[in-house]
């Protein structure tokens, strides 16, 4: 009888055919197949890694959710659970198990053994090739914010904050995390662009991926994101990663913090900008996405989270991750609270606190217009 390691490694080495067949809506991305959730709708949450150390592996952002084809399998097809699952790669792989008189129908103490060692050496060389690779990508994503310009005034870095409202005030200058780099690769576009960079750290100050927004000077606006699917990308393992964008009142990094000082946390970086200019005492971190929230491991002295989020009225996937990330948070012993922008400033609708800030801007100029 086939083992279950040795189907899943077949589901792996066949996942480029494997993986359109169950998620038909997936779009080819290098060497990615992307879709908007398990239930297969487009988009680009979910991403099924088709060759690589990683190759058979998913995970879903958004939902903060992964596994491997087997898992895959059951999620897409509604299946009850992973024996069905089993069932449903057998035939789907042609695996046809026969009996015989003369085979016994179980293997014999010195068979599973053998088998047994043979996984175990796939899989130490599975992780050391996974670790290799990690290793590499963290080295690659040093390397582009060490080559970044740590001065971003005048740059397109700060051309494109102001362009949304954002201040620096009442700093001198913008966070020192974010940095300007004039050439990054954008693999969709094909050419070398500017960016702003941003170092993903650990709690325990670990530089562990980099965070790429491509820019681009539009004729009528001015600088702002790069107009392509994907204007924001993360070079590295980011898992538990996040932003620091302030120190707050204490100036001291994460991994020396006060004992209790409450810590506020967004998805972006310019929404923690925007927190920072309301609360410039806060400590403040941008975690990059909703289920990487949860995934974020705050020191032991952390004992409150506030997480200053989008208003995702209606969007019941981006709820579910919310909510999935404060259950996670809760679980360490963190206290954890919420704050929603208003549905509406000086009459304009706000998604984001970005907005907000944007509105705030738009009121004080018409009001100013109006004593004028």
Same mark, same amino acid.
């Given at each position: 009888m086939m083992e279950v390691a040795e189907i =899943?490694?077949?589901?792996?080495?066949?996942?480029?055919?494997? +993986?359109?067949?169950?998620?038909?809506?997936?779009?080819?991305?290098?060497?990615?197949?992307?879709?908007?959730?398990?239930?297969?709708?487009?988009?680009?949450?979910?991403?099924?890694?088709?060759?690589? +150390? %990683?190759?058979?592996?998913? %995970?879903d952002y958004a939902a903060d959710s992964n596994g491997d084809m087997l898992d895959l399998i059951e999620a897409t097809q509604g299946l009850a659970d992973k024996r069905s699952a089993v069932q449903w790669a057998k035939d789907w792989l042609g695996i046809e198990e026969e009996y015989s008189p003369d085979r016994p129908a179980r293997l014999s103490p010195e068979e599973r053994e053998a088998r047994a060692r043979v996984a175990r050496e796939r899989a130490a060389r599975h992780e050391a090739e996974?670790?290799?690779?990690?290793?590499?990508?963290?080295?690659?994503?040093?390397?582009?914010?060490?080559?970044?310009?740590? =001065?971003?005034? %005048?740059?397109?870095?700060?051309?494109?904050?102001?362009?949304?409202?954002?201040?620096?005030?009442?700093?001198d200058r913008w966070p020192g995390v974010l940095r300007y780099h004039p050439e990054v690769f954008c693999k969709e576009a094909r050419v070398k662009v500017p960016a702003m960079v941003a170092a993903i750290y650990l709690a325990d100050g670990t530089h562990v991926a980099t965070h790429r927004t491509f820019l681009a000077n539009h004729p009528e606006k001015g600088w702002g994101k790069m107009d392509v699917t994907q204007p924001k990308k993360v070079l590295g393992p980011m898992g538990g990663g996040f932003i620091p964008i302030s120190k707050g009142s204490s100036g001291k990094p994460m991994s020396q913090m006060v004992e209790g000082e409450p810590v506020y946390m967004t998805e972006g970086i310019e929404d923690a900008i925007a927190v920072r200019m309301k609360m410039p005492e806060a400590r403040i971190v941008a975690a990059i996405s909703l289920g990487n929230m949860g995934a974020v491991i705050l020191p032991e002295k952390a004992r409150r989270l506030t997480i200053v989020t989008d208003r995702d009225d209606g969007n019941e996937t981006a709820q579910e991750a919310l909510e999935r990330s404060i259950g996670r948070q809760q679980a360490r012993g963190i206290e954890v609270s919420l704050v929603v922008p208003p549905e509406k400033?000086?009459?304009?609708?706000?998604?984001?606190?970005?907005?907000?800030?944007?509105?705030e801007a738009w009121g004080a100029r018409a009001k100013a217009a109006r004593g004028a």
């Open positions: =899943e490694q077949r589901l792996r080495d066949q996942v480029a055919a494997l +993986a359109p067949h169950l998620l038909p809506n997936g779009v080819r991305d290098g060497h990615y197949l992307k879709v908007g959730s398990i239930e297969g709708e487009r988009g680009q949450s979910l991403v099924v890694e088709l060759s690589g +150390a %990683r190759q058979g592996k998913w %995970r996974l670790e290799r690779e990690r290793a590499a990508k963290m080295k690659g994503a040093r390397s582009l914010y060490l080559h970044a310009e740590a =001065e971003t005034a %005048r740059t397109p870095v700060d051309f494109y904050l102001r362009a949304r409202m954002l201040r620096p005030d009442p700093f400033v000086n009459g304009l609708p706000v998604k984001d606190i970005n907005d907000w800030i944007r509105a």
